[in-house]
């Protein structure tokens, strides 16, 4: 990808045609049923009688609950997330990046989906598919920095000491906005500079 | 508190006689209840029978169900993680408590306890007990290790970029050992390293 391009690919497939008729309704159903009631109460045939789709072709589609929860929680929280700052300089980008992430993930919509998203997490995962998308957007920032020659954290350290302390702020109520998402972007600013000198201290 | 201390004062208030007693009873009915079923279908009403306590002094002790969930989470979270260790050196210490931290909560009775506390949560609030406690064991460590001249990170770096992260990646069900929380230990000690030379160079 183009060092200059300022958008990812779309994060979750949106198909078209009838299919994504059926998609829309069933995300726009659960969406109505989690604000009426609770995630454990929600039913997969629920969700097709409110969408108007046969109950036969969501079982075949989504297969249980958690999966559609997970769906919907995906393109909820990435949905605003597509355009990908770049001012040619890494601070700003992750600034600009953070401060859209933290007043995201703080509407009131979008913390229901996150801690449903929590509840609906029974077992162990590999990988959670809006923390990819994250990291997968960090990258982009990272190696234009790269290329210009700026000292760049990993994308990983992006994830853990950008986006995760983000997350987990929200999820247990605590208060989040843009000076804190600065602040976290300023720390890992830091640790990558202390890296650089440390890999030129070496050479 | 002097730098010798190896404990913190217990976090949890355990008060003593009936009372104790009384407080005993409800959190074990509370976790047994929890074991059968879900968050929300949990009432107050229901854990004062299952207790053998009179709702009533039940009602006027915790108010709502999310008071006593948010006391038995505490509870639960931070009882095995009293002595603070003290290695002599911020790095040893760090490792040692983050190790015990990512032990501790991974355990499935934690991670239900930390789920039930998230979904606890409806409206934002200016702090969390949990996280307060992790930091004041933090300040511990980061004091002894300032009065051995070591540079070392603010109490609220070592809860954004190492309790965070291990907090969020267990409630997302991602996973989390000793090694993850020793990397991120090692980033907020490169944190630290690289802002206590931008502080040399300022001199």
Redesign the interface.
């Known amino acids: 990808m183009s060092p200059s391009t300022s958008a990812t690919s779309t994060p979750v497939r949106r198909p078209g045609g009838r299919s994504a008729r059926v998609q829309e309704a069933v995300h726009t159903a659960l969406g109505r049923l989690m604000g009426e009631t ?1 995630r ?1 109460k929600i039913t997969l045939r629920q969700v097709a009688e409110r969408a108007g789709v046969n109950p036969t072709s969501v079982y075949r589609r989504w297969g249980d609950i958690d999966t559609l929860m997970e769906e919907v929680a995906v393109a909820a929280l990435t949905r605003d997330g597509d355009v990908i700052p770049d001012h040619g300089d890494l601070t700003a980008d992750l600034n600009d990046w953070a401060g859209i992430i933290a007043e995201d993930i703080t509407r009131p919509q979008r913390v229901r989906y996150l ?1 449903a ?3 609906a ?8 598919p809006c ?1 990819d998308i994250r990291q997968q957007q960090a990258e982009l920032m990272i190696n234009r920095a790269i290329e210009r020659g700026e000292p760049a954290p990993t994308s990983q ?1 992006v994830l ?2 950008v986006v ?2 983000l ?3 929200v ?5 989040v906005d843009r000076d804190y998402a600065v ?2 972007v300023s ?2 600013r ?2 990558a ?3 650089t ?2 890999g030129r201290r070496e050479h």
Chains 1, 2 share one sequence.
Not at 122 to 127: F, I, R, S
Not at 171 to 175: A, H, I, Q, R
Request: with cysteine.
């Open positions: 609770t454990d801690r998203m929590v509840s997490r029974d077992l162990q995962v590999d990988n959670c923390m350290q853990d000491h995760s302390p997350y987990h702020r999820t247990f109520g605590l208060p602040r976290l720390d890992v830091a640790m500079s202390a890296l000198n440390a």
